[in-house]
C-alpha cells in the first residue's frame, strides 16, 4: 500500500502563488509517475502535471509556464509551485502516484483563487 499526505492549499488572490506537496510513504517503489490532478466543481477530474522516477515532466497547457512540478525522491515528496494563479484554477488538487498501473490518490487538497 501506497499512503499520499497532501498540504498547501488555501485561499490566494488573482495572481498570487502556492506551493502544494505530496509525501508518500508505505512501500515505496522506484520506478513510478507521480502528480497532481484537480476537479472544479461540475467538471472532470483532470491532470495538471506529473513527474517520472527519471526526472521527466508533463504539465496540462492551462498551467505551462505558470506551475512547475519537482520532487525529492530521498524524501519520496512532489512538489507544485503554482504561480499566476488565476480564478479558473480554482479546484480541489490531488496527488496521484502510479506505480506499475496502480493509482494511489490522496485525501485532496482545496486551492480557492479568488479576490
Known amino acids: 500500500q501506497v499512503q499520499l499526505v497532501e498540504s498547501g492549499g488555501g485561499l490566494v488572490q488573482p495572481g498570487g502563488s502556492l506551493r502544494l506537496s505530496c509525501a508518500a510513504s508505505?512501500?515505496?517503489?522506484?520506478?513510478?509517475?507521480m502528480g497532481w490532478y484537480r476537479q472544479a466543481p461540475g467538471k472532470q477530474r483532470e491532470l495538471v502535471a506529473n513527474i517520472n522516477n527519471s526526472g521527466s515532466t508533463n504539465y496540462a497547457d492551462s498551467v505551462k509556464g505558470r506551475f512547475t512540478i519537482f520532487g525529492d525522491n530521498a524524501k519520496n515528496t512532489v512538489f507544485l509551485q503554482m504561480n499566476s494563479l488565476k480564478p479558473e484554477d480554482t479546484a480541489v488538487y490531488y496527488c496521484n502516484r502510479n506505480v506499475l498501473g496502480l493509482d494511489y490518490w490522496g485525501q485532496g487538497t482545496q486551492v480557492t483563487v479568488s479576490s
Open positions: 508505505g512501500i515505496i517503489f522506484k520506478v513510478y509517475t
